[in-house]
C-alpha cells in the first residue's frame, strides 16, 4: 500500500508528528529543524527521516528535489508549528517579534510543495494577538492557496495527556470531504459522560524512583501502575534515564518542603514567601490532578508551576517527558537544559496520535469516494 508522504517543519524533537511517526500507513521523508541539539535528539529517535539543520529560510523544494527527486504535488502532508514565544500568553506578546513572521515561511513551503493537507500548531494566544488580526491574515494567507482551512483549540488533557495544554490547530485541505477534529475521550472527573477522567501526575509518574533535591536515580520503583506507564515503558531498558535534580539552596529547598499540594508561595509565612516572582512561581503541581502546562523551565522552580507535589524539588527531565508522554525509551539531547527546551516545546505525544488518526481516517475516506 502506497505510503502517506509527510514533511515535518519546526520539527523540534518530534512532538507533534510522533503519531505519524509510528503508523505505517505514513513516512515522513524529512524535517527541518534550526536548532542543533534538537536537530540531533530528532535524528537519534527518526533515523530514517532526513534532518535539514538549518534556517527554515534556507530550506526549500529544491531540496528535496535534490535528494529525493520530488516535485510539487508529490508530498500529502506538511506538518509544523513556528516557534511560539512571539504569541505566548505567558511571555511578552511582541508582534514585532521575528519569531512571529516565520509562519510565513510555514506559507512559502506550502505554496512551493503544494501538500493535499497541512497541519499547523501554536499556542492560544496566537488567537488574540493584534486583537485577532494576525490570525485572520494568517487564515487568509493560507486559503489564497486553494486551503479549505479549519480551527479548534485542543486541550491535550482530553486526549489523555496528564497535564492541561491547550494548543491552537490549523488543519488546511485542498480535498473535498470535510476534516473532523478528533473527539475527546477524557474529561473532568465530575463531568463524565461515558469519557475516561483525566489522567493526573500521579497516575503518570508514580513508578518513577522518589527523589530529593540534588539527588538521582535510575531504577522503576514499581512495576508499571496503570494503562499510560505500560505504554511508557513498552520499549524501556532496565535502566531509567533523565531522573535526577538539580541542587536549589536550603532556603528553597525548605520553601518547597513548606508547601501543601497544590500551594503557593501565599500558604507560606510571610518571611518565608520569596520577594519576587509571578502568581504562578514556586508553586506546587497537584498529585491528583493532571500538571498545568509545562514548559522549557521545568525544572526551575522561580518560572512557572513546576513543583513535586511530594518531594521538596522542581521536575526532573523524566518526569516532565511523562507529562508530554514522550516514552522512557525517547531519546534527548545536550545539557539538562536543552533537554528541557526539547521536551518543553513539544506538543504531547498522545495529542498527536490522536490528529494522526483524524488525519488517516479523513484521507481514507477522501480515497473511498474517489
Not at 182 to 190: F, G, L
Not at 248 to 265: I, R, S
Not at 279 to 289: A, I, Q, R, S
Request: charged letters at 25%.
Amino acid at each position: 500500500m502506497k505510503k502517506i508522504k509527510v514533511i515535518d517543519l519546526f520539527a523540534g524533537v518530534g512532538g507533534l508528528s510522533y503519531g505519524f511517526a509510528v503508523d505505517d500507513a505514513f513516512e515522513i521523508i524529512a524535517a527541518n529543524e534550526i536548532l542543533p541539539d534538537m536537530a540531533k535528539a530528532y535524528e537519534l529517535n527518526h533515523p530514517s527521516v532526513k534532518m535539514y539543520c538549518k534556517d527554515i529560510k534556507d530550506f526549500s523544494i529544491k531540496d528535496l528535489e535534490s535528494d529525493f527527486n520530488i516535485k510539487k504535488g508529490d508530498i500529502d502532508l506538511v506538518v509544523g508549528g513556528p516557534p511560539c514565544q512571539a504569541y505566548s500568553t505567558v511571555g511578552k506578546r511582541l508582534s514585532d517579534d521575528p519569531r512571529g513572521q516565520l509562519f510565513k515561511q510555514y506559507y512559502r513551503i506550502l505554496q512551493e510543495i503544494e501538500p493535499s493537507v497541512f497541519v499547523f500548531e501554536n499556542v492560544k494566544g496566537l488567537l488574540s494577538i493584534q486583537k485577532g488580526e494576525l490570525f485572520k491574515y494568517m487564515i487568509l494567507l493560507f486559503e489564497s492557496l486553494g486551503y479549505t482551512v479549519k480551527h479548534e483549540i485542543l486541550n491535550a488533557a482530553k486526549y489523555g495527556v496528564p497535564q492541561i495544554r491547550e494548543r491552537v490547530i490549523i488543519v488546511g485541505t485542498k480535498l473535498d470531504n470535510s476534516f473532523e477534529f478528533p473527539q475527546a475521550t477524557h474529561c473532568e472527573k465530575d463531568k463524565l459522560e461515558n469519557l475516561k477522567p483525566f489522567l493526573t501526575l500521579g497516575e503518570a509518574i508514580s513508578d518513577l524512583p522518589f527523589i530529593k533535591s540534588n539527588d538521582e536515580s535510575f531504577i522503576y520503583a514499581k512495576e508499571p501502575q496503570n494503562e499510560f506507564q505500560k505504554i511508557m515503558r513498552r520499549n524501556a531498558p532496565k535502566r531509567l534515564s533523565e531522573h535526577n535534580s538539580p541542587k536549589n539552596n536550603e532556603k528553597l529547598v525548605k520553601l518547597m518542603e513548606l508547601l501543601p499540594d497544590g500551594g503557593t508561595p501565599m500558604d507560606l509565612p510571610e518571611e518565608l514567601r520569596p520577594k519576587s516572582g509571578f502568581g504562578n512561581t514556586y508553586c506546587k503541581l497537584w498529585w491528583n490532578k493532571p500538571s498545568t502546562t509545562i514548559t522549557r523551565n521545568l525544572s526551575t522552580p522561580s518560572s512557572s508551576r513546576c513543583i513535586h507535589p511530594i518531594a521538596p524539588r522542581p521536575l526532573t527531565t523524566r518526569e516532565g517527558a511523562r507529562l508530554q508522554c514522550f516514552p522512557d525509551d525517547y531519546i534527548f539531547y545536550g545539557s539538562r537544559s536543552a533537554k528541557n527546551l526539547q521536551i518543553g516545546n513539544a506538543v504531547p505525544t498522545f495529542l498527536s496520535i490522536a490528529l494522526k488518526d483524524s488525519i488517516k481516517k479523513y484521507l481514507q475516506k477522501d480515497k473511498n469516494t474517489n
